[in-house]
């Protein structure tokens, strides 16, 4: 399968401590994704890599991407309790599709 | 902001009903998709649609589902003769470029069959 997986499944931190989680693929890939989905409702989009970018930044949120490895991971800095929700990223590979990983629930407690 | 809507938020249903999914996509988004989430679960991709046809499906969308754009805003998923196993929260998305470009999300409709 191509589809990316979340490492850890879970993470739990308090308010102010930095977040890490990483996906793993094992296809090649035209860019990761990674969203963000509040319990119940639909994903949001937080930010894209392309396959020749290896670091992206956005607010709190720094992204990485090791093409060699066929890894992501996903830095939040200074989490707080609001950034509580289940992550994912996604691949999107030439066969059209934009494919999720299992997630990985963060649980930030105040 | 714009947003994908998508109605209704839950559909309940008995085991061999047919039931219509409805999405409003963002109106100047050209790509539509449908994918679904059975609980505590991860996101499965269903069907990508783009210039009234079929882009792309997963071996999930067989021939018990179907898709469509009737006019310029709904973009809908028909679900002909429903299992238990259908029973999950399905989201719509659309994005305003192909190509894996980022996607923007529904609230989801939540199906249960009974």
């Known amino acids: 399968s191509q589809q990316g997986e979340e490492d850890p499944q879970a993470l739990s931190i308090q308010e102010g401590e930095n977040a890490t989680m990483n996906c793993s693929y094992k296809?090649?890939?035209?860019?990761l994704q990674w969203y963000r989905q509040n319990s119940g409702r639909g994903l949001v989009h937080l930010i894209l890599?392309?396959?020749?970018?290896r670091e992206k930044h956005s607010g709190r949120l720094r992204v990485t991407l090791d093409t060699s490895k066929k890894s992501s991971s996903l830095l939040i800095t200074a989490s707080r309790a609001a950034d509580t929700a289940s992550y994912f990223c996604a691949v999107y590979n030439q066969g059209g599709k934009l494919i999720f990983g299992q997630g990985t629930e963060l649980s930030v407690k105040p | 902001e714009p947003e994908v809507t998508q109605t209704p938020s839950h559909q309940v249903t008995q085991m061999g009903q047919e039931v219509i999914l409805r999405c409003v996509p963002i109106s100047n988004h050209l790509y539509f998709y449908w994918y679904r989430q059975i609980l505590g679960q991860k996101v499965e991709f269903l069907v990508s649609?783009?210039?009234?046809?079929?882009?792309?499906k997963s071996e999930i969308f067989d021939d018990q589902f179907s898709v469509e754009r009737p006019d310029g805003s709904n973009f809908t998923l028909k679900i002909r003769s429903t299992k238990l196993e259908d029973s999950a929260m399905y989201f719509c998305?659309?994005?305003?470029?192909?190509?894996?470009?980022?996607?923007?999300f529904g609230s989801g409709t939540q199906l249960s069959v009974l």
């Open positions: 890599i392309r396959s020749n970018e």
């Open positions: 998305a659309s994005s305003l470029q192909g190509g894996g470009e980022k996607l923007f």
């Open positions: 296809t090649s890939i035209n860019n």
């Open positions: 649609f783009y210039n009234n046809e079929i882009s792309e």
